[in-house]
């Protein structure tokens, strides 16, 4: 199981880093990263800016050493001391060796503790990178301190860990695919319908963490479609976090599950979803998907959401008819269209569940429906449904992990599947708009998300 802390960068940050730290003349070169920080005792790094040190300006630059100008250290210090933000120094080594050595080590000794001085409260670290592509990363929590390990991951269409063993390809759906997912962190919000059973699969997969955010209990109306509920957790209304993780305890001894008991629009449930490899959105709520769109900004993190949705008509002769039984699934990259921008989360739908909440006098011509649309149904029969969208969401992810799709997966990020038409549509990233993303890489600065609304509860919680 991995517990180490990460560093994230995004496909167009790595590819000019690589480019400037192997310009094809066999000499070290060097850049500095700023990153925004995420998570609290297990923190991940996210890569916001670059300042790449122009090769002129490095007095001393041969196929194993570099010496680095003083002044664009100040400048990123400069740069980090307004935001927050860590700052890790990295450079190149042509000659393939993954690591750091003694000229490395005693180069750190003095530029991470002039770090500290600069920016005390860091943490702060120094890189390594290969001419494949692989990066050495550690971390330093106080000047002079044991660094840590960091693991480094590339986020794009593709999810890439960014060391030898990282780079060599894994054979998906097999015990090697096991082991790798034994690594990796996920987080599902919402631990329903879908949700539940996304942590089943995630469980039953190998995942080495699991983070499940609910804060709704276990009623006895659910208990046709939540997986591993019983009338049990009905009657003593058990907390849907905790039916599942004792349940997923019950064939997982070597599993670390974190149970959030509250919504993810409250603070805890943000810094907990920011530790993340991947989150999978289970809600069915506007606001919920809007808190884990603007996460997955923040920290870097890949979103998969999923939709289900079975529409229905009105019959000639009265009642309703299906119209169709469909789902939907987005992978959202990082910097990559949003939920926002793919119409999913709307002004209109965020505006419609606010007055349902705070001005229900104001809303009562907006039904709120379930699954059914049109029909209020408290217990509607879905779980087929369910599983056919779970299923398909936790794929999404395997098939940019482990790479099995023979198209690639830039046509995908977005699935829509009709059961009643037995038909699926895909749609590249071309196919939405794309909005700026000034949120992203920032981490869990203040105001946390850049909503001032949450500074507010932090407050209110301290």
Known sequence: MRSEPTLVLLEPQFDALRTHLFSGDGLEAAAILIC???????YRFCVRDLIL?????????SNVQISWPGHRIEEAIDRAEATGDSVFLIHSHPGGFYGFSEVDNQSDERTITALFQA????????????????????????PGAR????????????????SPVGLQPVLAFSDAMRACLSRRTACVIGVSGTGSIVAEILARLGIGRLILIDFDIVEGKNLNRIVNSTAEDALAKTLKVTMMAKAIRTY????????????ISEPGAIVAASTADIMFCCVDSSEGRLFCDHIAQCALIPLIDVGVTIPTSLASEGGRLIADVCGRIDFVRPGGPSLQDRRVVTPEALRREYLLRHAPEEAEDQLKEGYLKGIPDEAPSVISLNMRAASAAVNEWLSRLFKFRLDGNWPYARTLFSLAAMDEDYFPESAFEHSPKPLLGRGLAEPLLGMPSLAELQDEAA
């Not at 001894?253 to 509250?262: A, N, V, Y």
């Open 147 to 162: 660094p840590l390990r960091l693991t480094t991951t590339l986020v794009g269409e593709d999810i890439t860990e960014l």
């Open 252 to 263: 997982r001894s070597d599993i670390e599950i974190i149970e959030i008991d509250r919504p």
């Open 53 to 61: 040190v122009p090769y002129a300006e490095c007095s001393n630059r």
């Open 119 to 142: 920016l005390p409260d860091g943490p702060h670290g120094s890189a390594t990178m290969t001419p494949d592509g692989a990066i050495c990363a550690r971390l330093y929590t106080r």
């Open 36 to 42: 925004g920080r995420a998570g609290s005792t297990r």
